[in-house]
């Protein structure tokens, strides 16, 4: 599950245990998680206005547009901003371009210059020139809003409208994609390399377009009353004062999100094709045969005669309702697939389940029911071996033999016990987790210690501060406990992301036989991705750490 930053469950959970009814829940929920007006004017609203001033000196007709979740509303706390530049200019192909025009590749490399000059507007900058859409990430400093900007086609802008306007057709409809966005978003069924954001909010629009549903018309009903505008081959216009019939739809949020769950956890997608622009539900095997479809595929028919066809040999296929030969879901995989249609078929089950208690407990229930091969305990262990620093423990062979017997006893008791401070202290002081023992009296030196770790910073990227100079006479633990606290206080003042969710269990264990420690670590997060680079870095530091921390405490004749 999804458990990073401001808007994770682990942060919001709370609400579903101290609200007694769904309405009060769904409400304090979307409080916690949308992001609200007042955001929106003050971090959002400046950054178009400024890049249109910065961009203007090159692209004198230059205009910035916003489109994407911040725009139709369904933006979460902290989300990206999506940028559209448009020149104002004609933007030719490369081949045929003149020294002096416009292509897509030279407007690209003007703006990522001017981005690189300016450090204290834009930092974070990642230029993407190879994707079907080439972008620029960057993070807008003065607001600490990270963007993508985009300058290829307009038609984000417009698919954009259509959205907000289809949520505007039904009070119902913003709450319910808001909780559809976040449940595909915690169980990591959105998301790079799974389903768009876009896409899924064209499956909730699908699904509301049904018959048996009847609250969203069919694209080309709003197109069929207005004069076609037509960029890039595709109309991008609909009619928003076309008078529709009223909706007699009049099923409860819950009951919307119960039909889209057993609607997709049904759904063929290994043979059908998601089409928004006549709401039906259509065979692969006509696309693969286009004179098969109908007359207002047209557009897409002659498109097809000229490029290429839409991609239906994947896993899921989703017609854009404007660009007709993009399917939105091409990045999906099977088990992916596979994961939203076992989860569609959970969140159906528990919405009947929670029906008889007015829905009480559906959001706690919808969140925190995981998949049963998601609920295997991910673990790792690290061994300390003693016989590592054998040198370090070697006794004086002038002692008498009783003496050696007592010092060893002696020595290996204070070798785990110092062993484990070390340990607790790179955890506490390197890692940045909060450490709590969960086993009484460690004085005792038992054969067992527990301890309970969470922690929400990520120290394990670009720690290396070639710029930084430090101390030779810190032990190896102050140098990388000093570059944690670096890495934090850098990311505060460049305000940047560096928060995860850690949680995990430490069993810190004496050998039977051997000298030698086992830590057993346990992940009590699901999010394994995060948890797989934690053991990465673990297993990298904590025992060079351990080995360097002993041979400078013997070095210097100090004691933990």
């Keep these: 599950m999804e ?76 989300c990206d901003l999506d940028i559209y530049l448009d020149i104002g200019e004609p933007i030719h192909e490369t081949k ?78 913003k709450p319910l994609m808001i909780l559809i966005k976040y449940w595909a978003r915690h169980f990591r069924i959105s998301g790079n390399g799974r389903i768009s954001n876009y896409g899924l909010v064209l499956l909730i629009i699908f699904y509301l377009q049904q018959p048996s549903v009847n609250i969203i018309p069919p694209l080309m009903k709003l197109q069929s009353t207005c004069q076609p505008q037509v960029i890039n081959g595709w109309q991008v216009n609909f009619d928003t004062n076309v008078v529709l019939p009223p909706i007699t739809n009049k099923d409860s949020i819950p009951q919307l999100l119960r039909g889209f769950f057993i609607f997709y956890a049904t759904f063929v997608f290994e043979s059908q094709v998601i089409c928004l622009l006549d709401g039906m539900i259509r065979t692969k095997s006509e696309f693969t045969n286009i004179e098969s479809l109908p007359f207002y595929m047209d557009r897409y028919k002659t498109y097809v005669n000229i490029n290429r066809k839409l991609n239906t040999n994947i896993p899921m296929c989703v017609q854009d309702p404007i660009e007709l030969s993009h399917n939105v879901t091409t990045s999906i995989q099977f088990h992916t697939l596979h994961t939203f249609v076992q ?39 690290i061994i300390i071996s003693a016989n590592n620093f054998q040198h370090l423990y070697e006794l004086n062979n002038k002692e008498s033999c009783i003496d050696m017997v007592e010092k060893s006893k002696s020595t290996k008791s204070d070798w785990y016990f110092t062993v484990f401070n070390i340990v607790k202290d790179i955890f506490e002081k390197v890692f940045k987790v909060q450490v709590k023992i969960l086993t009484d009296d460690v004085e005792a030196k038992q054969q067992k210690i527990i301890l309970h770790c969470t922690g929400s910073h990520c120290v394990w990227y670009n720690r290396k501060f070639t710029s930084v100079i430090l ?15 670096q890495m934090i206080k850098n990311y505060d003042k460049e305000k940047l992301r560096n928060e995860i969710y850690l949680n995990f269990i430490c069993i810190f264990e004496k050998h039977v036989h051997a000298q030698k420690i086992v830590l057993t670590i346990s992940n009590q997060n699901y999010d394994k991705h995060v948890f797989r680079k934690f053991e990465n870095f673990a297993k990298h530091k904590l025992c060079k750490i351990v080995e360097q921390t002993l041979i400078f405490m013997h070095k210097f004749n100090k004691c933990y």
């Design 3 to 78: 458990n990073i930053g401001q808007i994770s469950y682990n942060n919001i959970k709370h609400i579903f245990e101290n609200e007694t009814t769904f309405s009060n829940q769904l409400l304090k929920f979307l409080n916690e998680i949308q992001l609200t007006d007042m955001e929106i004017k003050t971090r959002y609203e400046s950054i178009c206005t400024h890049l249109d001033e910065i961009f203007k000196v090159v692209f004198p007709k230059s205009k910035t547009y916003k489109f994407g979740s911040t725009q139709t509303g369904l933006g979460f706390k902290g």
């Design 96 to 173: 045929n371009a003149s020294a002096d025009s416009w292509t897509m590749e030279t407007i690209f490399k003007v703006v990522r210059k001017i981005m690189y000059r300016m450090g204290r507007v834009f930092s974070d900058i990642i230029p993407i020139p190879k994707a079907k859409t080439p972008i620029i990430k960057f993070c807008y400093v003065q607001t600490n809003v990270f963007c993508d900007i985009s300058f290829k086609n307009s038609l984000a802008l417009y698919k954009t409208y259509l959205i907000k306007y289809c949520i505007s057709l039904d009070t119902r409809l």
């Design 343 to 381: 989860y569609c078929t959970i969140g159906a089950e528990i919405c009947a389940v929670t029906n008889k208690d007015d829905y009480r407990d559906l959001l706690n229930s919808l969140f925190s029911t995981v998949l049963k091969t998601e609920t295997v305990e991910t673990k790792f262990k």
């Design 471 to 485: 101390d030779p006479s810190l032990s190896s633990l102050e140098k990388e406990a000093f570059i944690s606290e």
